[in-house]
Nanobody, 124 residues
Framework: EVQLVESGGGLVQPGGSLTLSCEAS????????MAWFRQTPGEERGGVAA????????RYRESVEGRFTIWRDKTKNTLYLQMNNLKPEDSAMYFC?????????????????WGQGTQVTVPS
């Protein structure tokens, strides 16, 4: 069973940067679809960025395009999310997700495996 462990969240001032990490384990073949989602209290979990590991194709939520970058380090079996120019509206619990499908979309129902989340707070 795939296990995902996120880290790297914290408190950062507006305009600052953070890098989230998601270490994956418990698999024979690395899941081809990996993504970051975020959720605020009372809201549904929404897609932030996704990557197809094989083709390297990425997709981003419109509000983070140009500020966030998703990538995977093959040597470390770790997924990353570099977040620059953070804004208060980026404050949320961020979750790493993985799936053996190939759509790599922004619908949480497409992903079978989830981490526990890491909190990002950007004060206003």
């Amino acid at each position: 069973e795939v296990q995902l462990v996120e880290s790297g969240g914290g408190l950062v001032q507006p305009g600052g940067s953070l890098t989230l990490s998601c270490e994956a384990s418990g698999y024979t073949n690395f899941p081809p679809c990996m993504a970051w989602f975020r959720q605020t209290p009372g809201e549904e979990r929404g897609g932030v960025a996704a990557i197809h590991i094989g083709g390297g194709h990425t997709r981003y939520r419109e509000s983070v395009e140009g500020r966030f970058t998703i990538w995977r380090d093959k040597t470390k079996n770790t997924l990353y999310l570099q977040m620059n120019n953070l804004k208060p509206e980026d404050s949320a619990m961020y979750f790493c997700a993985a799936d053996f499908g190939y759509d790599c979309g922004d619908d949480e129902d497409e992903y079978e495996y989830w981490g526990q989340g890491t909190q990002v707070t950007v004060p206003s």
